[in-house]
């Protein structure tokens, strides 16, 4: 049975860009065989790919806010 999981990753918004960031380390437990390696390399891709449309609104935000109300907030 696969370990609980928490995501290792979110976005970071600023007014330089938005970028990922890692919130905890190691980003993957210990893996004692081969499924183990393929479900925690799976959850980390699925993760990432979880990032995506909130970096894409982040963007979006940032690109349409006015140059005064940019902020390094994280949202």
Not at 15 to 18: E, I, R
């Given at each position: 049975m696969?370990?609980?999981y928490?995501?290792?990753f979110d976005i970071e918004n600023g007014?330089?860009?938005?970028g990922i960031i890692i919130t905890r380390?190691?980003?993957c437990s210990q893996c004692m065989s081969d499924r183990e390696v393929d479900d925690q390399i799976n959850a980390?891709?699925?993760n990432l790919e979880r990032l995506r449309p909130?970096?894409?609104v982040a963007v979006q935000k940032l690109?349409?806010?006015p140059l005064g109300?940019?902020?390094t907030s994280h949202e």
């Open positions: 696969p370990k609980a928490s995501a290792p007014s330089g860009g938005v380390e190691p980003i980390l891709q699925e909130l970096m894409k690109q349409n806010a109300l940019r902020t």
